[in-house]
């Protein structure tokens, strides 16, 4: 059995335990929701500070050029560009993830269409983030493809010539379940397919080598492992083989060759440039620096290496504090245990109260969240058997502040809302509109 000391010792002997204290956590909280938004950087309100009261309202309009604004998206995409594999001048932060995905989805349509009409298939998975899915369905209306929603195990045999695009996310949202980048990517190019990565739940979470797998495109979250801030600017990468092929589809002035020589002809920059689209969001990729610099400072600890030892750590931490002490009643397993399947967090299932148990937990300060299953029939070979579409129980463990005492506090709350029953009471039951 792992006992408390077990779990203190090892934050005692953890190289990365100083990382804890570059973030603003509120006193007693146990955040185990970096993966939807994550913690606050100290650094950040004095930054917020600078960027208003000096740059914002001594500088003015001379900031652009004084203060840097004009490039920030670039200088962002430059400094973290090693996390993912990505080369210099190959990355920018700029608008959504979703926007960013409908750029990318449209450059890769269109060189299919270029270079393959015959193939008229985009495949994804079913369980993938449904903006995604979304998404692809505009793309694949405006393109003339068809939309194929796949289980993860049926996507290999689907990787044939009639297929255009695979549009994958790394690390599934609800389930944790990562797929192997560089297997897949490969066994797609060798049908000519184009590979669309979705970094949501990888980027700063787990290993991403997008020149090592040859991917064609990404794109990713800032303000989930990142810790950029809500709302903050998604990331787009596009591999140098492509990035001057196309020009993106939300042609706006940013992403002009010369944006101030104000000509009444859209002509692209050269290479990822062309991706932005209009006027960016300063005080936010201000912010989102702090998020980063957060990176640079775990870079002399182990860096990626250290990190992800850290997480796999702390997730079988928690799986087998959940079965040692939480046995018997009724919880489930939806991330897959095989450290080389798995993404930085862990869901568990149950199939009454997923939700009004997070609620518990958190009125405890114990924040992880819910996400309401598909609804589709379970299909077997899922986890621990067929729980992938079931109602879900989401913790995410970010291990630049999250510590293995807080994995122990965690489960024992958790111990005691399942023990107690209090999960039934009517203000647990209340649902919200953001879960
Ligand atoms: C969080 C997330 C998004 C969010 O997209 P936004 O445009 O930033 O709202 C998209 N896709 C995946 C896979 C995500 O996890």
């Known amino acids: 059995m792992t006992t408390l000391q077990d779990c203190q010792a090892l934050d005692a002997q953890d190289p990365l335990r100083p990382l804890r204290d570059l973030f603003t956590l509120p006193p007693g909280m146990i955040y185990l929701d970096g993966n939807s938004l994550g913690a606050a950087p ?76 015959q193939r008229k298939k985009l495949i994804s998975e079913r369980s993938n983030f449904p903006t995604d899915l979304y998404i692809a369905q505009s793309v694949c209306a405006e393109y003339g493809l068809e939309l194929v929603l796949l289980e993860p195990e049926e996507i290999a045999a689907a990787l044939t010539p009639e297929v255009a695009i695979c549009m994958l996310t790394h690390v599934n949202y609800r389930t944790g379940a990562m797929h192997d980048m560089a297997a897949v990517t490969a066994a797609a190019h060798a ?51 492509h990035a001057d092929r196309f020009w993106q589809p939300l042609s706006g002035w940013f992403g002009h060759s010369a944006p101030f020589a104000f000509t ?32 640079e400072a775990a870079r002399p600890l182990g860096g990626m290496a250290a990190l992800r030892t850290k997480s796999l750590t702390l997730t079988d931490l928690f799986i087998r504090l959940v079965e040692e002490r939480c046995a018997g009643h009724g919880l489930g397993l939806a991330t897959p245990r095989d450290h080389a399947a798995r993404g930085s967090q ?47 129980l989401r913790f995410g463990f970010t291990p630049l502040y999250i510590g293995f005492e807080d994995v122990w506090n965690a489960v024992e709350q958790l111990r005691q809302v399942l023990e107690s029953g209090e999960w039934r009471r009517p203000e647990f039951n209340q649902i919200n509109a953001v879960t």
Do not use: M
Not at 70 to 89: E, K, M, S, T
Not at 98 to 108: E, G, Q, R
């Open 264 to 295: 009444p002809g859209y002509e692209p920059a050269a290479g990822i440039r062309r991706y932005l689209c209009g006027t960016q969001p300063i005080v936010s990729l201000s912010l989102l620096q702090c998020g980063l610099d957060t990176y």
């Open 191 to 241: 049908q000519g397919i184009l590979c669309v990565w979705d970094l949501c739940h990888s980027a700063g979470a787990v290993p991403v080598d997008l020149k090592g797998a040859n991917a064609d495109y990404a794109v990713g979250c800032s303000y989930k492992y990142l810790n950029g801030g809500p709302g903050a600017p998604a990331f787009v990468w596009v591999h140098p083989r």
């Open 42 to 117: 100290r650094a950040a309100a004095e930054r917020a500070a600078t960027v208003v009261q000096q740059e914002w309202s001594q500088g003015l309009i001379t900031s652009w050029n004084a203060a840097g604004w004009v490039d920030l998206p670039q200088r962002l995409g430059n400094q973290f560009a090693p996390w993912i594999g990505a080369g210099a001048d190959e990355v920018v932060f700029t608008d959504t993830t979703s926007i960013n995905l409908f750029k990318v989805l449209t450059a890769a349509a269109r060189l299919a269409r270029e270079d393959a009409p």
């Open 346 to 392: 862990v869901c568990l299932t149950r199939d009454e109260g997923a939700y009004a148990i997070v609620q518990a937990l958190i009125a405890r300060g114990v924040v992880g969240d819910y996400r309401a299953g598909s609804g589709a029939a379970p299909a077997a070979g899922k986890g621990d058997g067929g729980t992938a579409h079931k109602d879900i």
